[in-house]
Every structure is written in structure tokens, then in C-alpha cells.
């Protein structure tokens, strides 16, 4: 068993010239996840769960300024971004990076080696790779391609997908995973999902602002975030709410 905890979690975005101040996003997140448990994160443009998912990663641009993250009672704010990755963290972006020049197998045969301390042997990564990639239904010639050069919406959301079955984290953080999808290519993504918390027990913050990805994905608590902070927490039953109603009832 592994338990997320984000308590009272304060945080603003670093201005990019001189001459603004730092604006604070975050403003006393709570959240606990333990393994085996989806949660949901809901709520409008602006709110903050980007952010969030940043912080946690830990991301250049964003300082805590109160509060804390413990990934089984380790102070995750005190770790790099490898270091929290090796130790069981992994965010799927809602914008995935390109990298030119890195081959989709060389990258992901690296980040194993990097979480697992070891270099596969290459048959068995050839295997575990083929298999991965089958599952989310992803043609042989993706994996020679540049890591997100030219990828379509869908494509990169797979790779993201196919990137946590392989790594399988104590914790995932999916910001977003969603966008940009169609529906054949949102159910073969949330099957990957489905497979990883299958496969490994792990606890996923599902951040997204539509219901459709929940009703292949279902979730045991459903979040409302708003200004910065969690302002209601539900059952499944809280995204059909929220689908119908829309998010300002719980704002105001």
C-alpha cells in the first residue's frame, strides 16, 4: 500500500520577466490517495489542477510556499524531479514536449533504466515494449519515431499511456488525458488506465474537465476544484451532477 498525501498546499507561478510578482494558484489544497483509488479532479478553466499536477511533479516555475507532499510519508518538496519519479510518481501532461532527435524506444528504454535502477535486457524490453504497445493499439512504426515530433492529439496521449504501463508509478497523475481524443481513441486510452491500476494497485488523480473519460474510467471520489483549492468532494454520482448543473453551484 502507497498513500499520497497533499496537505494544506500552498503555491504561485514565478513570473517570466522582472518586472511581475509571483501569483499565487494554489491556496490550501487537501487530498489524500492510497492505492487502488481513483480520484477524480473537476472544474473550470483557470482553477488551478494544472498546477497542482505541476507541483507535484515539480516543475521549475511553481514554489510551495506552504503546506506538504508526502508519498508514503517522504517529503516528496524535498526531492528533484528524477528523485520523484524513482520514487513512484508520474504525471502524463496535458501538453506532452517534443523532443527531437530521441526515438520513442530510446526514450522510454532509458526512463526504465532510470526508475529501475537497471538496464532491461534487451529482449525482454523488446517484449515488454511490443506488448505495451499492442495494447493501446499502436503501430510497430511509432516506436521509431521522435518522441511527440508530428504526433497527432491521439498519438501523444498514448504514448503518455503506454509510458505508465511500462514505468507502472506508485502514484499517476493524468492531467487532462483526455483532450483532444475521439471516442475510439478515448476508450483504447482508457483501457490503458484501467490496465495500469489493474496491473499494479496504483492510485490515480484523474484531472479532467468532462465526464466522458469517468464513464470508462470510474472513479471512487470525484473533486470539485475551484479558486485554488478543493471546494466539495463526491461519489461518482457528483460528475453527472456536474455534467448536468455545471460548476457554479459549488463556486458560489
Given at each position: 500500500m502507497s498513500t499520497l498525501e497533499i496537505k494544506d498546499l500552498h503555491a504561485q507561478v514565478l513570473p517570466s520577466d522582472d518586472n511581475s510578482e509571483p501569483k499565487e494558484i494554489l491556496?490550501?489544497?487537501?487530498?489524500?490517495?492510497?492505492?487502488?483509488?481513483?480520484?477524480?479532479?473537476?472544474g473550470p478553466n483557470g482553477s488551478g489542477k494544472s498546477t497542482l499536477s505541476y507541483v507535484i511533479a515539480g516543475h521549475p516555475r511553481y514554489e510551495v510556499t506552504s503546506g506538504e507532499i508526502?508519498?508514503?510519508?517522504?517529503?516528496?518538496?524535498?526531492?528533484?524531479?528524477?528523485?520523484?519519479?524513482?520514487?513512484?510518481?508520474?504525471?502524463?501532461?496535458?501538453?506532452?514536449?517534443e523532443i527531437?532527435?530521441?526515438?520513442?524506444?530510446?526514450?522510454?528504454?532509458s526512463a526504465v533504466t532510470a526508475v529501475r535502477g537497471e538496464a532491461p535486457k534487451l529482449r525482454e524490453w523488446n517484449q515488454e515494449l511490443n506488448s505495451a504497445r499492442e495494447d493501446l493499439s499502436i503501430d510497430?512504426?511509432?516506436?521509431?519515431?521522435?518522441?511527440?515530433?508530428?504526433?497527432?492529439?491521439?498519438?501523444?496521449?498514448?504514448?503518455e499511456v503506454?509510458?505508465?504501463?511500462?514505468?507502472?508509478?506508485?502514484?499517476?497523475?493524468?492531467?487532462?488525458?483526455?483532450?483532444?481524443?475521439?471516442?475510439?481513441a478515448l476508450r483504447v486510452v482508457s483501457a490503458g488506465i484501467n490496465r495500469y491500476q489493474e496491473d499494479t494497485n496504483g492510485g490515480i488523480l484523474l484531472i479532467t474537465h468532462y465526464k466522458r473519460i469517468l464513464n470508462y474510467v470510474k472513479p471512487d471520489f470525484v473533486h470539485v476544484f475551484a479558486a485554488g483549492k478543493i471546494v466539495t468532494t463526491g461519489g461518482a454520482e457528483l460528475a453527472d451532477k456536474l455534467e448536468a448543473d455545471g460548476y457554479d453551484q459549488f463556486i458560489k
Open positions: 491556496k490550501g489544497v487537501n487530498l489524500t490517495i492510497n492505492s487502488g483509488e481513483i480520484h477524480a479532479v473537476m508526502l508519498l508514503d510519508g517522504e517529503n516528496v518538496l524535498e526531492m528533484e524531479v528524477d528523485e520523484r519519479a524513482r520514487a513512484g510518481l508520474f504525471l502524463a501532461m496535458q501538453y506532452p514536449t527531437p532527435g530521441v526515438k520513442v524506444s530510446q526514450f522510454l528504454r510497430k512504426s511509432f516506436i521509431a519515431r521522435n518522441v511527440n515530433e508530428g504526433f497527432s492529439g491521439g498519438e501523444k496521449k498514448r504514448h503506454m509510458q505508465l504501463s511500462i514505468l507502472k508509478p506508485k502514484m499517476a497523475i493524468m492531467d487532462e488525458t483526455d483532450s483532444g481524443l475521439d471516442v475510439d
